[in-house]
């Protein structure tokens, strides 16, 4: 029996997992959500759901990935071989499968507008008006589906060079340059005039917004999207993690690195737009449409817009790596495939599942899903319902289906007060504020 990859070291280990984490839900999602829902107060929400239900979670899935050494399914057949929960694992796949699917469209959208706003074609779109440039984009066709099927190549190539040599080797150049960039971008934007009006959509809450169920259900759904909580990404990571890494420090460390690159995004991008007086609620189109518009208006705002979009592709890349992995390692583990043919295979399936989503503003824009396009339709069934019960299973099994003294010495919290609290998150708190938010989700369909 061959032995299972490891990662190299723990610096790159959490830089790997934080760019599995980081991605378009902390730039492109972010901020549309945000601004959907009333900024400062959503993100408090984001930041309460990070805290109470994120980061046990993550907790918990790395432990059961470290556990098994396996693929995802394999960490829930170790404790229940034969029983039920033994499925909980093909949820988490299912669920990776899914987004990465509809993501690399999105990924694809990006790449799109990086090659154009780095060669120019893409600010002398401004006479039609970049709505009207997005939207004949996004109807084509044939071209979306080149650039989704450019992001999965490359994905598949990373992923086939293995866990160290090709996961932890591009997160350890990317991740550092994508620091750089944002914050860069971040303290460029509070220099625009009025910049401060942008901040405080941020950071002053508007304490009415209290009262909208919909704003604690897109923040948990946000938190679960954003940190990749429920796509089996963290177990199979935690599968590569070697018993000498600190499981509890490492989890931290990505929860807050994740928490913190959105936050940083916000400041990136509000201060923009309210500095050139356009509605933050403009929607899923902000990073399209509007902020290309306030590239082209500001000084220097072409090579602003190009470094932007560079930051979107890369962020959207590393997070589709990690979510092909998830696949690939339980084709490796199970069918014993080459990881190259497994990457390829997979990639090439993936492509295929994605293609309505590719065409659901084109060929396909005919067909709705309870009113909404095929791409959004899969966004939000994923994000607000199969993530966040694919999360509930996690606690209540990690909770009351692994023994405590197992669970508490998987996750390195033996002998210590706050391995009890994580515990007692995992068994009351985390399923009970998710089923809540689930069954208001469910009453507003």
Not at 223 to 230: K, N, Q, R, Y
Not at 267 to 296: C, Y
Not at 382 to 397: I, R
Request: charged share 10%; glycine share 12%.
């Amino acid at each position: 029996m061959s032995t299972r990859e490891q990662w190299g070291s723990r610096h790159g280990f959490v830089l790997a997992t934080i760019g599995a984490a980081v991605g378009l839900g902390n730039i492109w999602r972010f901020s549309y959500v945000a601004g959907e829902n009333g900024g400062a107060v959503f993100l408090l929400i984001y930041l309460v759901c990070v805290i109470l239900v994120g980061l046990p979670l993550v907790i918990a899935e790395l432990s059961l990935g470290r556990r098994a050494q396996g693929d995802a399914v394999a960490a829930f057949e170790v404790v229940d071989k034969d029983g039920p929960w033994r499925f909980l694992g093909w949820i988490g796949v299912a669920g990776a499968v899914l987004i990465l699917s509809y993501y690399a469209v999105i990924a694809g959208w990006a790449l799109k507008y990086f090659s154009g706003a780095a060669t120019g074609s893409l600010w002398h779109t401004a006479e039609g008006g970049f709505g009207t440039f997005f939207t004949g984009f996004i109807a084509d066709p044939g071209e979306p589906v080149g650039w989704q099927a450019a992001m999965l190549a490359a994905s598949a190539f990373v992923v086939a060079g293995g866990v160290q040599q090709g996961i932890e080797r591009i997160n350890r150049w990317l991740m550092p340059i994508l620091a750089i960039i944002i914050t860069a971008l971040a303290i460029y934007a509070l220099s625009l005039p009025n910049a401060s009006a942008g901040a405080a959509f941020l950071f002053a809450p508007d304490w009415s917004a209290l009262t909208r169920p919909s704003v604690y259900i897109a923040a948990l759904g946000q938190a679960f999207f954003s940190l990749g909580i429920g796509m089996a990404i963290f177990v199979t990571y935690g599968s590569y993690m070697p018993r000498a890494f600190s499981l509890p420090t490492s989890a931290v460390a990505i929860t807050f690195g994740d928490a913190l690159f959105a936050i940083i995004a916000g400041l990136a991008i509000f201060p923009a737009v309210f500095s050139f007086g356009v509605d933050p609620t403009a929607g899923p189109e902000l990073a399209f449409i509007t902020l290309p518009q306030i590239f082209l208006a500001m000084p220097g705002g072409t090579v602003t817009g190009a470094v932007f979009f560079l930051l979107l592709s890369m962020a959207a890349f590393t997070s589709m790596v990690a979510l092909l992995e998830v696949p690939v390692a339980l084709a490796v583990h199970r069918l014993r495939l080459r990881r190259w043919t497994a990457a390829a295979v997979i990639g090439a399936t993936v492509f295929v599942i994605g293609l309505p989503s590719a065409m659901s503003f084109g060929l396909l824009a005919h067909i709705e899903i309870g009113g909404h396009a095929i791409l959004d339709a899969i966004d939000a069934a994923v994000s607000n319902f199969l993530l966040p019960t694919g999360g509930v299973l996690v606690a209540l099994f990690l909770g009351w289906r692994v023994r405590q003294a197992v669970a508490l010495g998987e996750a390195d919290l033996t002998g210590k007060r706050i391995g009890l609290v994580w515990l007692w998150l995992l068994r009351l708190l985390v399923p009970v504020t998710i089923l809540a938010i689930l069954l208001q989700s469910a009453s507003t369909l």
